[in-house]
């Protein structure tokens, strides 16, 4: 359509019995409304609204759906004429609940709490942009599929209050795990929640499909989640981040020895801090100055406090000198070799007849390094 918009042209269109021409017209109009296209003056632009209200009620679905496909993305849409697209069934809602900047929150937060509303929920939730309050009302439906693309949509604002409830509401989610394991960026502590999640998983897997002893199944499953969550901590969590990933670790009974001793062995001391620090119950400050304090008594009262074993004691010990003199050389692989000489040392100073160790506790020692380096 070109030209003028008239009254005669509202005309012919509210009179055309066919819904084709309407929706072709329809179409051309929408198009020239948008401020992008400065075709039409106020008046008409008021003209072309009125017309737009009249069609979002038109009894031809075809026609309400040109009219939302057109107007999805215009800034300036009248609040009114938008929200009776998006109310209106899929076909016509669906682009504009994803694409129109119009809608308020409120408006999206009643749609997503209406009645058979699943695919208006899982267009809300790939917005561009999906507040805390929106977001927090679609996790709050039960719709996987629309779960599964907000956590997935990098533009959704998901607080770790929010995220720690799609784990537990979803847990039996692949497609919820899959989508949040994708999130660029995670706080260290849901990391750790979906990390123990997917290996109780994969152990029930193991035991259930593959035959496997419950025993074999568990320690092995145990060895993958923890270098998994060394490897959370290899992506530098820290203050506030790490000490509230050491509680969640702690508050769900993984904060192992094993899983203590692997991230000392990688070098992560901060980690080793803080969690000292939770299970002897210290402020993590108290705890550094123990740790750190140039002799074994401050260490090793901690480490009793904590009521870590006493058989890793002379490897925690060893660690933490080592790790005083070590660091990471800054080269390719850095981190898998600077792991390779702190067990290289740690094995040297055991096998040292000065370290008055017993042969038993050697081989235990020696055979868990072995088992952390791996």
Do not use: W
Request: charged share 30%.
């Amino acid at each position: 359509m070109t030209g003028s918009l008239s009254q005669e042209d509202v005309a012919r269109l509210m009179a055309d019995p066919s819904p084709d021409v309407r929706a072709e017209t329809t179409s051309k109009i929408a198009a020239q409304y948008d401020r992008k296209y400065p075709r039409m003056t106020e008046a008409e632009r008021r003209l072309a609204e009125e017309i737009f209200r009249k069609l979002a009620h038109d009894a031809e679905v075809l026609v309400r759906e040109a009219l939302a496909a057109n107007l999805k993305s215009t800034p300036d849409l009248p609040h009114d004429l938008a929200l009776s697209l998006a109310k209106d069934v899929d076909s016509v809602s669906l682009p504009v609940l994803k694409y129109s900047e119009v809608l308020t929150d409120d408006d999206l937060i009643e749609i997503v709490r209406g009645e058979n509303a699943a695919a208006k929920q899982v267009a809300i939730a790939q917005r561009a942009t999906v507040s805390t309050a929106v977001a927090d009302a679609l996790i709050d439906t039960g719709n996987e599929t629309a779960v599964a693309r907000l956590v997935a949509n990098e533009g959704a604002e998901l607080t770790e209050e929010a995220l720690g409830r799609v784990l537990i509401d979803y847990n039996a989610s692949e497609e919820v795990a899959e989508s949040i394991s994708r999130r660029p960026v995670l706080p260290p502590a849901i990391s750790e929640q979906l990390v123990s999640a997917m290996a109780q998983k994969l152990e029930n897997y193991l035991v259930s499909k593959h035959d496997l002893p419950a025993d074999a199944a568990a320690n092995l499953i145990l060895q993958t989640r923890e270098r998994a969550t060394v490897s959370l901590l290899s992506r530098g969590a820290s203050g506030a981040d790490l000490e509230e990933l050491v509680y969640q670790i702690h508050v769900n009974g993984r904060l192992t020895p094993s899983l203590i001793i692997r991230a000392l062995c990688v070098g992560d001391m901060a980690f080793f801090e803080a969690a000292l620090a939770r299970l002897a119950n210290v402020p993590l400050m108290n705890a550094r100055k123990l740790i750190h304090d140039g002799g074994d008594l401050g260490l090793t009262s901690i480490y009793e406090k904590a009521k870590m074993p006493e058989r890793l004691f002379s490897a925690v010990r060893a660690a933490v000198q080592i790790l005083e003199e070590e660091d990471y050389d800054g080269g390719r692989n850095d981190r898998e070799r600077f792991v390779a000489r702190i067990i290289e040392r740690l094995l040297t100073q055991f096998e040292d007849p000065a370290s008055k160790m017993s042969q038993d506790d050697i081989d235990y020692l020696m055979n868990k390094l072995r088992q952390l380096a791996a």
